[in-house]
Nanobody
Framework: QVQLVESGGGWVPPGGSLTLSCEAS????????MGWYRQAPGKQRELVAR???????DYRDSVMGRFTISRDNARKTVYLEMKRLKPEDTAVYYC?????????WGQGTQVTVSS
């Protein structure tokens, strides 16, 4: 059972930046997708970005050019660097590992973008 622990959420004004981190309890092979999802109040959880070896990262259109996902396999950690944040980016952000048709989730970290 993979445990995922997110950190780095918080409050920022519009235009600000945050970097989220997610550390796994065990090594995740680079071929296994790791990613970030988010869920705003009253909305469904949605994919933000996903990364795995051998493919370009996937991003949802609304964050393209503003968010960057990266991965440090030695540290068992995936990062989400978020720049030029907008109020509509406000949500709980969840780390995800998709392994053999099983989804593992972190507890979530709140990101609030407001003035």
């Amino acid at each position: 059972q993979v445990q995922l622990v997110e950190s780095g959420g918080g409050w920022v004004p519009p235009g600000g930046s945050l970097t989220l981190s997610c550390e796994a309890s065990e090594t995740i092979y680079s071929s296994i997708p790791m990613g970030w999802y988010r869920q705003a109040p009253g909305k469904q959880r949605e994919l933000v970005a996903r990364i795995r070896s051998g493919r370009d990262p996937d991003y949802r259109d609304s964050v393209m050019g503003r968010f960057t996902i990266s991965r440090d396999n030695a540290r068992k950690t995936v990062y989400l660097e978020m720049k030029r944040l907008k109020p509509e980016d406000t949500a709980v952000y969840y780390c995800n590992v998709h392994d053999s048709e099983i989804d593992y989730w972190g507890q979530g970290t709140q990101v609030t973008v407001s003035s």
